[in-house]
């Protein structure tokens, strides 16, 4: 079985940062593409940033001057850095990967129980 376990969230003012993380464990052979996801109240869940497992990155346009994403390999981790928060980042956030489990069966796209963060003065 694989699990994602995201840490991080929080509440934080206006212009404040966080850092989320979000490790994932099990029989894990390699995970491709790891990336971030958030659900605003009443809004439905939208990608914010991917990263590939070489590295390269893809930011949505209203997060791409503040947030930074990266992730550590060996440590099967994936990280967003969240810079100059404003109260519309406000959501659950969540990570997602796409792993390559020692068993084909358990294999696929996984998803972490959510961090909340709120943005607020």
């Given at each position: 079985q694989?699990?994602?376990v995201e840490s991080g969230g929080g509440l934080v003012q206006p212009g404040g940062s966080l850092r989320l993380s979000c490790a994932a464990s099990g029989s894990?052979?390699?995970?491709?593409?790891?990336?971030?996801?958030?659900?605003a109240p009443g809004k439905e869940r939208e990608l914010v940033a991917s990263i590939t497992r070489g590295g390269n990155t893809n930011l949505v346009d209203s997060v791409k001057?503040?947030?930074?994403?990266?992730r550590d390999n060996a440590k099967n981790t994936v990280y967003l850095q969240m810079?100059?928060?404003?109260p519309v980042d406000t959501a659950v956030y969540y990570c997602n990967?796409?792993?390559f489990a020692a068993s084909i069966t358990t294999s696929g796209d996984y998803?972490?129980?959510?961090t909340r963060v709120i943005?607020?003065?």
């Amino acid at each position: 079985q694989v699990q994602l376990v995201e840490s991080g969230g929080g509440l934080v003012q206006p212009g404040g940062s966080l850092r989320l993380s979000c490790a994932a464990s099990g029989s894990i052979v390699s995970i491709n593409t790891m990336g971030w996801y958030r659900q605003a109240p009443g809004k439905e869940r939208e990608l914010v940033a991917s990263i590939t497992r070489g590295g390269n990155t893809n930011l949505v346009d209203s997060v791409k001057d503040r947030f930074r994403i990266s992730r550590d390999n060996a440590k099967n981790t994936v990280y967003l850095q969240m810079n100059s928060l404003e109260p519309v980042d406000t959501a659950v956030y969540y990570c997602n990967a796409y792993v390559f489990a020692a068993s084909i069966t358990t294999s696929g796209d996984y998803w972490g129980q959510g961090t909340r963060v709120i943005v607020s003065s």
